[in-house]
């Protein structure tokens, strides 16, 4: 099992295992099936557009599954730009989306009515789509992150929420797996900061937590001007080494979850953690070139992670 040391590790659990209190599913809307299949199309569309290591991992699973993550992937896309591309004002945005997409009636917008409908058919409980919602809303209002344990709660919103989801989507065999999502949650966001750090500073946003950039002496106007020094490289290995500890720690949840669904959810998490590897064959130098891993450095990488999900103790 996991372990929780932290005051903030133990708060992001509470707030897991809340949205399974008192929960009840939602009822299928029963859509036309010409218009559910379009809506599920689409979905394929937009994932396969904004994210090649998403669309290929979830071509991984059942065909039922696979559509159904690239719907919540296509809803959490879409729940992003409306606040980052927002067509007027954005809490006002944010506010219709989070209305429809937790509304049980029939809809013309394909990612809702897909949406919806992944919703019903996996019971994937209403409170992490509002938690979601509230932590993409977070980019409204806040730019900075004094601390790890503040940054953590905002990982949680927009990322940890994803992974609870998926797992109801993949199927597990007991609550246990909730903390593993979790862990895996915060790897995937903790890589997309270090990715996007010069994106972000465009956005008007540092996510690095302001404790961190103190510590090894790299000031705001250093990512301003994309300075590629010692501090640096070093802020950066650290980030590094954490995001890595949370990939390690989540991996024994791949065993929990049903067998159809570790090999997908195992090369969502491994192409995703190579992010790491390309930032450090390239001295941290995130300013000037977006880290990613090739599609051949992917294939190549895939029979090493099927062996590797196939070892995982049978937890189901």
């Known amino acids: 099992m996991t372990t929780w040391t932290s005051t903030w590790e133990r708060d992001l659990l509470d707030r897991a295992q809340q949205a399974l209190e008192g929960w009840e599913p939602v ?3 029963a859509p036309i099936p010409a218009e559910l299949e379009h809506a599920y199309a689409h979905c394929a569309d937009v994932t396969a557009e904004n994210s090649r290591t998403f669309y290929l991992a979830s071509g991984l699973l059942p065909p039922a599954k696979r559509m159904a993550a690239r719907s919540l992937y296509a809803f959490c896309r879409v729940s992003d730009e409306t606040v980052d591309r927002p067509a007027g004002d954005a809490q006002a945005c944010l506010d219709d989306w989070r209305q429809r997409v937790l509304s049980t009636a029939a809809s013309s917008d394909p990612v809702v009515l897909a949406w919806a409908d992944t919703r019903a058919r996996y019971h994937i409980p209403r409170l992490y789509v509002e938690q979601l919602l509230e ?33 109801h989507i993949t199927g597990f065999s007991s609550m246990a797996a909730i903390p593993y999502a979790i862990k895996l949650g915060m790897a995937l966001q903790l890589t997309n900061i270090l990715r996007d750090v010069a994106e972000d500073w465009k956005a008007g946003r540092v996510y690095l937590p ?12 250093d990512i301003a001007q994309g300075l590629l020094t010692d501090r640096w490289r070093s802020l950066m290995e650290f980030q590094i080494t954490r995001a890595r500890q949370f990939y390690a720690q989540s991996w024994p949840g791949i065993a929990m979850l049903h067998p159809d669904g570790r090999f997908a959810i195992a090369a969502a ?8 590897d390309d930032i450090l064959a390239h001295r941290c130098d995130v300013f000037h070139r977006r880290a990613h891993v090739t599609a051949l450095g992917k294939a190549r990488r895939l029979p090493f992670i099927w062996l590797r999900s196939q070892r995982q103790p049978n937890s189901a």
């Open 27 to 29: 009822h299928a809307i």
């Open 135 to 167: 932590g993409v809303g977070y980019d409204l209002v806040q730019t900075r992150y004094r601390t790890f344990s503040e940054l953590a709660e905002y990982c949680y919103g927009v990322a940890c929420t994803v992974g609870l989801m998926s797992m």
């Open 269 to 276: 998490s491994s192409l995703y953690e190579a992010i790491l």
């Open 210 to 221: 302001q404790e961190d950039l103190d510590a090894f002496d790299v000031s705001e106007d």
